[in-house]
Structures are given as C-alpha cells and as structure tokens.
C-alpha cells in the first residue's frame, strides 16, 4: 500500500515514513511516477496521464504504479506541487511592494506557460505540500511593507492569482486553424461594408483597438492592462492602509519608498496557502 498523500508530499523530508521494505527493491520510486507524470502531461496533456501510460513509459506493470501512489487524484496534487516546489522564484530585493507583485504576476505566468495543464488540477488539498507552501510564503512577502494585516496580505495575493489565473486560461487555446491577425486584415473592409452605420461605438472601438494590436484580441495587451489595473487597486489599497496607521512626524517612525510604514511580516499565522496559483 502506498503512504497517505499528506507523506508522498513531504516524502523528501527526514520525518517522512520510509516506503514500504518488504519484497524486492523497487525499480522507480514516487518521484519516478511523478516526474514521468509531469512530462507526459507538459507533452500532450493531463489527459495523456494514464495510468496504462504511465506504467508504459516507466517500464512497469499499472498495477505496480499503485503502490507508489493510490489513485490519479492523488497523483495530480503531487504533480502541482512539485511543479511549484521548482518554479523560479527571483528574490524580491530591494524592491518596492509594486514591482515584487509584478514578479510574483511574471513568474506565476511563467509556471502557467510552462505548464499549462495546471490550470486544470483544482484539488485544494495541493495547499499542504510543501512546494505549495514555500510558494505561498514566497509570494506573502512581496506584500512586505504595505500595512496590510495578515487577512488583507492573504485577500490581496488572492486577487492577484486569480487575476493571473483567469489570464493565463484566457490566453491558452487549441491550435489556431487560421492567422486571426491576417484574417482582421483581410476581412476588416469587407466586415465595415457589410455592418454599414449599424453599432457605430462597436466599429469605432473595434476598429482602434485592431489598428492597435494587429489582431481582434491580443493576450499580451490584456495581461499588461490587466496587471496595471490589479496594481492601481492595490496601491489605493495599500494607501489607505498607510493612511491609517502612518506615524506623526515626531513620533520618529520611517516609511518606505512604497509610502508604507516600515513593519516586520506578521508571524503565526495558521492559514493555508492558496493553491489555485
């Protein structure tokens, strides 16, 4: 039987339980099945992720695969977590609160590219692992020095995965048949003939925004209007904070460049991370 999920997360630590020692030596090992997991669903898909498939490409039975990990559900929270566990994450630095939550959009948006079928494991229980966690705390940080309470820093990184989230699933789609860009193009005349005067505001607004981006939706322009849009709520946000709990000029505190009052991170909280990111 294999260990209990909370185990196979955290199999790497020294208090982990050991794999079962009875009968011959196994030939893979846990992150055998999940690395050949992650590979096969970067290459075709988490519907590619079989167990059949998997057993296939490791060179084993299916049913040996079980003994490693106990159901496919499980096998997707520990593929989530480990792909967060080896995310590039740049050091927050010196930084101002703004341009670290724009890091934290950027690489989030990397992991999401580089994985897309991240997109599609929505099991919660991914948040007691520890690649998820360390994201997490990572990601809490670039909200250092605002003001914010602990709910706030948690509300806050939540509006930006989401944001980052819905982005990277609007921007993935199938293989285009056709060039959109050459279609706009090609069309654009004969479409302005066949609407005529009719809804005037929507070709005005279509037809700037195409000469604009080339193409009748851009991904790229979505996520740099959307990223500064999600910033211009923060920092009204975090002003407001700041506004709140500012020291008097005599009363010798300091803020920083952000205009949030220099604190230390709160400790102790018992919140779980968020996994959707």
Known sequence: MPRELIDLLWRDHPDAPPAGTRGPRARVTTSDVVDAAIALADDAGLAAVTVRRLAADLGTSAMSLYTYVSSREDLLVLMADTVRARQRRRPHGRHGWAARVRRVAEDDRALYDAHPWLLDVTDQRSAFGPGTIAKYDHELHAFDGTGLDDVERDAALTFVLDFIRAAARASRSDP?????????????????????PDHALAQRVGAAAGAA?????????????????????????????????????????????????????????????????
């Open 176 to 196: 285009p048949v056709v060039d959109l860009a050459d279609t706009w193009r090609s069309w654009n005349e004969r479409l302005a003939g066949y609407l005529g």
């Open 213 to 277: 981006m080339n193409t009748a939706y851009s991904p790229e322009h979505a996520w740099r209007f959307g990223v500064d849009r999600v910033l211009d709520a923060l920092t009204a946000l975090v002003a407001s904070r700041t506004d709140r709990s500012a020291p008097s000029a005599d009363a010798g505190g300091s803020a920083d460049r952000t205009g949030g009052t220099r604190r230390a991170p709160a400790r102790g909280s018992s919140t779980l991370p968020r996994s959707g990111g």
